[in-house]
């Protein structure tokens, strides 16, 4: 049984993923459908590109995943699909699969990719605001049928990418920024677990407050405590014991964050 999973930005509250639920069940009964998330803050293409490749490995091989986080549809963008990491993706060829495609590539993967040109493989009537409903969710269920990739559209290889930021090297650590700021409030910056020489020792500064250390888990602080710790995608998240952190410290995403080794910073403080 293929798995099809979805995220959009949509919501919950309009219909439109059930619709395409709908759309898929109907030319493909027997699929199986997740819904990986629809509560992507609107147009946030970032956001969506970070959560689609913090999930999809956990997902089976040949499970389809459709993204619709999709602010130029009815445009000229196109819509692709891709087929690499021994599963595929279809949604808007607006950089929403920049990171999957950047982890393929790191890890040394085939890639096969295809505008969706193919109105057979559509619904008869295409909206310009719902291509989820009219194009992605079709293809994805002709897809689950058992039609090849090469006979949804026509080959591409020059996908549009985003910039995705990285961290930068200072002479006390590293520059970061955050993200995302999840449910919880939690603050995941794009720093990693490889930034960090020295858990005890590193310094985090957001905003205009500071946190020491690097905490193994949450239960080990008191209630209330602002922390900073590696969270299970291996990102460095700042976060408070049972409460929010964007709440306390009041920043937002694109805001930096400076992680400080102790020892960098004291090294540089002798050579003045």
Known sequence: ??????LSDFGEK????GIMKGVIWSIAPQVQ???????????????????????????PNGSIHIAVVDPGVGTGRRAIAIHTANQYFIGPDNGIFSLVLQQAEDRGFPLESVELDRPTFWLPNVSRSFHGRDIFAPVAAHLANGRKLSELGTPIQDLVRIQVPVPVRTAD?????????????NL????????????????????????????????????GDLVAT???????????????????????????????????????????
């Open 1 to 6: 049984m293929t798995i099809v999973s979805l």
């Open 14 to 17: 309009d219909g439109f993923t």
């Open 33 to 59: 459908i997740a819904d990986l998330t629809h509560e992507i803050e609107p147009q946030n293409i970032l956001q969506g590109a970070i959560v689609l490749a913090n999930a999809y490995a956990y997902f």
């Open 173 to 185: 650590g590293w520059q970061g920024e955050i993200v995302a700021i999840d449910h919880f409030g």
């Open 188 to 223: 995941i910056t794009n720093l990693t677990e490889q930034h960090i020489s020295d858990g005890q020792s590193a310094r985090l500064n957001v905003g205009e407050v500071s946190v020491t250390g690097i905490s193994l888990t949450f239960g080990n602080r008191a209630l």
């Open 230 to 272: 590696i969270d299970s995608s291996n990102q460095l998240s700042i976060a408070v014991v049972n409460g929010s952190a964007a709440d306390r410290i009041k920043v937002k995403v694109g805001d930096a964050v400076h992680l400080v080794d102790a020892r960098l910073a004291e090294r540089k403080t002798h050579d003045r």
